[in-house]
């Protein structure tokens, strides 16, 4: 606050003295009278705009360090941003490759499935057929001793 009151004071002091004296400078110039013009200023004043001044001086040598180095931060933060964005590429193209994987194995998956289906019934198919003919072995069996025991009988 103290910083901009003493901007403030040293601008008025240079509208108060400088610009009057720029002014008639430039109406003795389209006269073309070159005539030099004082100011009386007291002393106190003076030394007071002197010191004012040199304080704002001294204020704006100070600013332009933290600005430097902002602008250097700016700088590395920009480029980390950069290489940031290139990982982000990067990793995007590895995520749709692996979506790609991930989809292509989803398929082989799926006909794997189908496949183990079709094997699932073709074994349920095959272990019926094999019911059915152990118990027409069994009839057979049956029927044959059977007819070899009425034949025996008689």
């Known amino acids: 606050m103290n910083a901009s009151k003493l ?3 040293v601008i008025l002091g240079f509208t108060t003295f400088a610009l009057p004296c720029s002014f008639s400078y430039s109406a003795d110039l389209s006269s073309m009278e070159v005539t030099t013009q004082t100011i009386n200023v007291p ?3 003076w030394n007071e705009l002197k010191s004012n001044n040199e304080k704002a001086l ?3 040598r100070q600013s332009r360090l933290p600005l430097t180095e902002a602008q250097a931060l700016t700088v590395k933060q920009a480029s980390e941003l950069k290489e940031l964005k290139s990982i982000n590429i990067k990793q995007s193209q590895e995520l749709m490759k692996a979506q790609n994987d991930l989809m292509r194995q989803k398929d082989y998956l799926n006909e794997m499935n189908s496949s183990l289906e079709m094997l699932s019934k073709d074994i349920k198919r095959n272990k019926a057929t094999e019911q059915r003919l152990h118990r027409q072995r069994n009839r057979w069996a049956i029927v044959s001793g ?3 025991v009425g034949l025996a009988v008689k």
Request: glycine letters at 0%.
């Open 43 to 45: 002393l106190t004043t």
């Open 7 to 9: 901007i403030l004071a």
């Open 146 to 148: 059977l007819l070899l």
């Open 58 to 60: 001294t204020l704006i």
